[in-house]
């Protein structure tokens, strides 16, 4: 199988030849001139590569393009549509100028590290490249569910990203945020009043419904959200969750309700949050107020971490925000200022005394099942 240069009439050509064994072991070949352009001869010996193993009655080969074609054809059915564009986005802008016509049967752990590390060197953001090898990965493990490969050129491939800088407000700012707002009766108050007592994230409350609370009980159910590609879809973790609401708060949102009347939405859709403006309007205001500038989601971060600085444990909190890792919600753990020293100091149990002697390996039998 090669694919040889060569010249004629003062021109160059390309020739493409393929050959092997049928499943019946008789020889199969095929063979093409005059082809004008290497990706053209490249093209060429793909496809007699397929009739090939067609031939043999062994897989079919894929080339990177056709694979991710079908791979987000079956994500479509089963994911969100923002993700599977998303994942469209990323890989046609960083791997298709190099990949999109490899077979990805030939594509291993250095093709992999060469993608990552020398093709998509310009990638700032350590992020971003953390998402392409978490998409990739996904595409490459698909292959390998279908038998279509056998290893993942980017299994075990990690980039470490540095924890995500938060702002947050002090309980001082938050109250001067709020009587400012309430006093100049900003359009927003409502929403960044809302934000700060449950910690939703802003399609979240965009999303919510006056039937979603339940003021007998004091629970609001969150259970979809609001995107400006999507409109009223699942949850960002595609889990529903309660938030409690607290005795101060119960009294806004029986004044909230009296206000809104018959208005299903619990909050006012403003023009400003359905054209993703909401950022924007916040650091204004609070440039203006002359308190620390930040951004819509750090209206939920301050909430997080001011529950944490109080006492909330962390299995609480997480199920209120609707964290589904540990780790994400760890690093607000860090900015809440938690110290873990002595956090294991009250134990119940303890360690035998020291009596001179610790234990040998032959005092202890071990069977052959190794319990």
Same mark, same amino acid.
């Given at each position: ?166 702002? +947050?407000?002090? !309980?001082? =700012?938050?109250?001067?945020? *709020?009587? &400012?707002? %309430? ?7 409502? /929403? ?50 309660? +938030?409690?609401? !607290?005795? =101060?708060?119960?009294?806004? *949102?029986? &004044?909230? %309700? ?7 939405? /619990? ?105």
């Amino acid at each position: 199988m090669a694919i040889t240069k060569y010249e004629l009439n003062n021109k160059f050509y390309y020739e493409v030849y393929v050959s092997g064994n049928d499943s019946a072991g008789k020889k199969w070949q095929k063979r093409k001139r005059s082809i004008e352009t290497i990706r053209k001869a490249q093209t060429i010996e793909f496809e007699f590569k397929r009739e090939l193993a067609q031939a043999k009655e062994q897989a079919v080969p894929f080339r990177f393009h056709e694979w991710f074609e079908i791979c987000m054809n079956r994500l479509e059915m089963e994911t969100r549509k923002s993700t599977v564009s998303g994942y469209k986005g990323i890989i046609h802008k960083w791997v298709y100028p190099f990949w999109k016509d490899k077979d990805i049967h030939t594509l291993t752990k250095n093709h992999a590290y060469e993608l990552i590390y020398k093709h998509c060197a310009s990638i700032k953001s350590d992020w971003s490249r953390r998402n392409l090898i978490k998409t990739m990965r996904r595409i490459f493990r698909m292959a390998i569910d279908e038998g279509h490969m056998t290893v993942n050129p980017f299994a075990g491939m990690m980039i470490r990203t540095p924890e995500t800088d938060l702002t +947050v407000l002090t !309980s001082t =700012e938050v109250q001067t945020l *709020l009587h &400012e707002a %309430k006093m100049a009766q900003h359009r927003f108050y409502p /929403v960044w009043i809302f934000a700060l007592m449950t910690g939703m994230r802003s399609g979240e409350m965009f999303a919510l419904l006056w039937n979603d609370i339940d003021l007998e009980n004091r629970l609001i159910s969150v259970n979809k959200q609001w995107t400006s590609k999507n409109g009223i879809c699942a949850t960002k973790t595609r889990r529903n969750r309660m +938030v409690p609401i !607290s005795d =101060e708060f119960y009294q806004f *949102l029986l &004044e909230l %309700k009296i206000e809104r009347g018959q208005e299903k939405s /619990v909050l006012p859709l403003l023009t400003e949050w359905e054209n993703g403006e909401q950022a924007r309007v916040l650091r204004d205001f609070c440039q203006a107020i002359g308190i620390t500038q930040i951004r819509f989601h750090d209206l939920r971060a301050t909430f997080i971490t001011n529950l944490l600085a109080s006492g909330e444990t962390l299995v609480r909190v997480m199920s209120i925000v609707g964290h589904s890792e540990l780790k994400t919600t760890n690093g607000y753990l860090r900015k809440a200022g938690i110290d873990v020293k002595g956090g294991t100091d009250k134990l119940t149990f303890k360690v035998p005394k020291f009596d001179g002697k610790l234990f040998k390996l032959s005092d202890y039998k071990v069977d052959a099942g190794g319990t």
